[in-house]
T-cell receptor, first 113, second 111 residues
Framework: GENVEQHPSTLSVQEGDSAVIKCTYSDSASNYFPWYKQELGKRPQLIIDIRSNVGEKKDQRIAVTLNKTAKHFSLHITETQPEDSAVYFCAAIWTGGSYIPTFGRGTSLIVHP | NAGVTQTPKFQVLKTGQSMTLQCAQDMNHNSMYWYRQDPGMGLRLIYYSASEGTTDKGEVPNGYNVSRLNKREFSLRLESAAPSQTSVYFC??????????FGPGTRLTVL
């Protein structure tokens, strides 16, 4: 089955810095890669996703890159703000099969004012 | 549009008690899922239902049962609760090849 590894488990940055979270996956069939943000005590919510026919996608201060050859994808947050503090999860899904996502274990991002 | 709703929000059980967690979605999604979330473990899939009338085991199904009552509702039952089932439970739904939408979660403590 699919295995997703996510690093780092904790990331501490100063407000205004950039933050990068990396995930690697094992199943080359995976073709959809969503990222979720979970604030303390809240539900996970989708913030950005990328499909395998795209190498990079941006949405304001957030971007995701995908390297299918190396089987890794990354979340980039620029100009971090205290409200970016949360746990971020990556996931990998094969939409042609069971469409069951495999999640990484999460990264706790702390943005210090 | 309420999205995905779950009841109850909080529950405390004694070891051996049973309970059912309820989940409903109003987005006309075919697929529904139950996850548990424990510190440092991420989201682990308990059971899922790809479509109305079907259910399948996920990564951690032991001690749980599910029912896909209709297209909208997917319940999770603990027949004999154990302290190891203390966790936060999330229900989610999706339209097959699209993203998942999560409910607000149920925080369960088993004493």
């Amino acid at each position: 089955g699919e295995n997703v590894e996510q690093h780092p488990s904790t990331l501490s940055v100063q407000e205004g810095d950039s933050a990068v979270i990396k995930c690697t996956y094992s199943d080359s069939a995976s073709n959809y890669f969503p990222w979720y943000k979970q604030e303390l005590g809240k539900r996970p919510q989708l913030i950005i996703d990328i499909r395998s026919n795209v190498g990079e996608k941006k949405d304001q201060r957030i971007a995701v890159t995908l390297n299918k050859t190396a089987k890794h994808f990354s979340l980039h947050i620029t100009e971090t703000q205290p409200e970016d503090s949360a746990v971020y999860f990556c996931a990998a899904i094969w939409t042609g099969g069971s469409y069951i996502p495999t999640f990484g274990r999460g990264t706790s991002l702390i943005v210090h004012p | 549009n309420a999205g995905v709703t779950q009841t109850p929000k909080f529950q405390v059980l004694k070891t051996g008690q049973s309970m059912t967690l309820q989940c409903a979605q109003d987005m006309n999604h075919n697929s529904m899922y139950w996850y548990r979330q424990d510190p440092g473990m991420g989201l682990r899939l308990i059971y899922y239902s790809a479509s109305e009338g079907t259910t399948d085991k996920g990564e951690v199904p032991n001690g749980y049962n599910v029912s896909r009552l209709n297209k909208r509702e997917f319940s999770l039952r603990l027949e004999s609760a154990a302290p190891s089932q203390t966790s936060v439970y999330f229900c989610a739904s999706s339209d097959l090849r699209d993203t998942q939408y999560f409910g607000p979660g149920t925080r369960l403590t088993v004493l």
